[in-house]
């Protein structure tokens, strides 16, 4: 119905009724609610035709540049009063799959022949695209008693990216070197790298190997190489999209804390001047890049992941990693985000990276869910509780010998609370280029 009652309306009928019901023991109050009924019908008439039109008013919805997940938002509606009249306006969104909010009306009051703005905050929870629909509306009379109902045309297309926050988080990000204020973005990292910087004279607290001996018998003192990690090397992160990627933690899925993680290390390994590639499977390859160092290629990462979603089917592991091994040549740092709770998958998995780490350097990253922590460190009280911390010691049993059978392998393993998971694959690369492993 385009026209229905407002609270003050809702009162006047409160009113009418309430002077109907007593009626019965005072006939005085009959004529009175008569009265009042009449009154009521002619300010509705009244409200109606001298009341705003759907053409008086406009509506604009501004939304940020950038949606993250899990960063709320501010959605600004700009409204546009054309009439002679103040009118008071209430918008409802309609739900969509990615964002979130507490579902209240947003009211604004719009002085006559202006506009006004109001907002609304929201949080995104889903990544990937997703369209807006219309704006629904309802506005009041100068009078107040009724509200015209219309929607105002707002399609719009958004996209949520995933969370990439850690990477401003990340302390030692901010120890930089002047090449990025000029542009070049790139990161230094100290360490005990493998590629040549500089000499200087030997000091007392010295490492002995880092003297330069060729440099000392030249210059008749002693010399000391300065080295930085090696700059241009490849980084491959393979990103499991399938069935183990599915379940949720708290209010996200395995594989939205993956694919943040993923482009974290990705932007970090951007600045430090490594090509970075990625592969995404599941039954089939669904994304691949090779490594590349350009700044474009960390925001095609960005935009080939944005868009992945767990899919629940078993993922080829032999395929994917048969894959890499006929595409990538040179000695890399493949990082792997999975979960290998599954023995079957242990099995497969644990196979596969034996072979790729007699050439590469192989991390393998697993999230481990806070809830199985939880349940292990609480004394069961009832059968229901003692079943589900069996459970949980189940499942860590089976964490521990996945972990200690990569690790005979030769494969580096990061098992981490999910939220912490960014930054935990960000310390695993960094100490891979430290150490001078590639």
Known sequence: ??????????????????????????????PVAV?????????????????????????????????????????????????????????????VRTLRDDGATVVACIPARSRASVERTVLPVARGRDELGRLYVWFEGPIGLL???????????IRVYPDLTAVERYGSLRVRNRSIEAGLRRMRVRGEGTAFESLREYSSGDAFRSVDWKATA???????????????QNVLVLLDCGRLMTPRID??????????????????????????????FAREILVARAPRSTVASTRELVDALCDVEPRAEESDYAHA??????????RSLIVLFTD?????????????????????????????????QRALGTIPESVDEAYRAQAALD?????????????????????????ALSVAAIDAYLRVKQRGLL
């Not at 030249?218 to 241009?232: D, N, P, T």
Request: net charge positive; glycine share 4%; charged share 20%.
């Open 218 to 232: 030249r210059r008749g003192k002693l010399m000391v190489a300065q080295r930085e990690v090696e700059r241009s």
């Open 395 to 419: 499942v860590q049993q089976e964490r521990r010998v996945a972990v200690a059978r990569l690790e005979r392998i030769g494969v580096g393993v990061v098992d981490v609370p999910a939220t």
């Open 340 to 372: 290998v709770v599954d023995a079957i998958a242990q099995s497969i998995i644990a196979s596969e990276l034996a072979t790729l780490a007699r050439r590469h350097v192989v991390v393998c990253v697993l999230m481990n869910d806070a809830a199985v």
């Open 147 to 157: 509200r015209r109902r219309t929607a105002f045309p707002g399609q719009e297309q």
């Open 251 to 280: 209010d996200q899925r395995k594989l939205d804390y993956a694919v943040a993680a993923a482009l974290s290390l990705a932007s970090i390994a951007a600045l430090a001047s490594d090509r970075v590639g990625v592969v995404a």
């Open 1 to 30: 119905m385009p026209w229905w009652l407002a609270p003050r309306g809702y009162a006047g009928l409160a009113a009418i009724a309430v002077m109907l019901a007593v009626a019965p023991g005072a006939r005085a109050f009959i």
């Open 321 to 330: 990693f048969t894959y890499v091994r006929s595409h990538l040549h040179r």
């Open 35 to 95: 009265v009042c009924a009449a009154a009521l019908l002619v300010a509705a008439i009244v409200d109606v035709v001298s009341g705003p039109r759907a053409s008086d008013l406009s509506i604009e919805r501004r939304l940020p540049a950038h949606l993250a997940l899990r960063t709320p938002v501010q959605v600004t509606y700009d409204i546009e009063n054309r009439s002679p009249h103040e009118v008071r306006a209430g918008i409802v969104e309609a739900a």
